[in-house]
């Protein structure tokens, strides 16, 4: 699991030593921010003659690229019974009728019987606030299979819900790092995990999204703490620049608020964006070596 597959879909990873590129970008349009469950099918049945087998982290580009985390999920053996766990600063369980979006696709994943639970780790965002309340599928927080782990986010509507048991709040990063930390070290198990950078400070790296507190020593540490073993993992959130030809696209992307940017930032901001990924990758094969031995 040591070569890492960039899905070249919108061209903001950048070079990758050892990575195995697959040029995807006639997707673009298709895929990016949200798309239909059958064109979704679609790439996915295309993934399976591209895919190295064995294959290691899949980078995708731009956190609008997240719910691709779901076919490369739904991919990991039957027989293995895994958790999945998201670094992600939004919980990405919200209603979206129009198919499958960025923000939608945990719900999926957390009904795959091979999935025991899933973990959304370091929220900061509104999106489970009492305001959102409504957006959020509750089906998967009812029944037990996800696990919301915010900082600073008022919930306590879940409570008055009825979903207490599904959010985990707290004051600050740091102990929301040692409560997971102590939780995957006192019940070890196989994990998928998936990381969207937006999870991050923005005085770590910068992405297409608003964006939460973590630091990279957070994620680092977030990372160890899956003693259990990796059976994949994925990278999202990187920074580009692109304009719809899908007029309910442009609507949609801008009633989500995306954060707009100056032309002459994008390259600065994915140099950065390069420099993350090397040692997130390189904390990912640490921590599959580990298990392994």
Same mark, same amino acid.
Do not use: K, M, W, Y
């Given at each position: 699991m040591?070569?890492? @597959? @960039? +899905? !070249?879909?919108d061209g903001s990873v950048g070079p990758l030593a050892g990575g195995h590129v697959l040029a995807l970008a006639d997707w673009q349009e298709t895929l &990016?921010?949200?798309? #239909? @469950? &059958? #064109?979704?099918?679609r790439f996915d049945r295309l993934l399976d003659g +591209? +895919?190295?087998? !064995?294959h290691g982290t899949v980078m995708l580009g731009s956190g609008d690229f997240h719910h691709l985390s779901w076919p490369l999920i739904a991919r990991v053996p039957r027989g293995r019974v895994f958790q999945v766990v998201v670094l992600d600063n939004h919980p990405d369980n919200m209603r979206f009728p129009f198919g499958v979006h960025c923000g939608s696709w945990v719900r999926r994943v957390a009904r795959l019987p091979q999935v025991s639970h899933v973990h959304v780790v370091g929220i900061t965002s509104s999106d489970i606030a009492a305001a959102h309340a409504w957006e959020n599928y509750r089906g998967p927080l009812r029944a037990g299979r996800l696990t919301y782990w915010s900082v600073g986010v008022d919930t306590a509507w879940a409570t008055r819900a009825g979903l207490g048991?599904?959010?985990r709040g707290f004051g600050t990063v740091a102990d929301l790092v040692?409560?997971?930390? &102590? +939780?995957?070290? #006192?019940?070890p198990q196989p994990a998928y995990l998936s990381i969207d950078k937006d999870v991050f400070s923005e005085e770590v790296v910068r992405t297409n999204w608003d964006q939460g507190q973590l630091r990279l020593d957070d994620a680092l540490a977030l990372i160890d703490s899956l003693r259990g073993g990796l059976v994949g993992s994925d990278i999202t959130g990187e920074i580009s620049a692109y304009r719809y030809r899908r007029w309910w696209k442009r609507r949609l992307s801008a009633m989500d608020a995306q954060p707009a940017f100056a032309a002459h930032d994008l390259g600065p901001w994915q140099v950065r964006q390069h420099a993350l990924n090397a040692v997130l990758l390189d904390a990912i094969r640490r921590r599959a070596r580990a298990r392994s031995r």
């Open positions: 040591n070569t890492p @597959v @960039v +899905l !070249d879909i &990016r921010f949200g798309c #239909s @469950v &059958r #064109s979704l099918a +591209l +895919l190295p087998q !064995d048991h599904a959010f040692e409560a997971f930390r &102590r +939780l995957q070290l #006192s019940h």
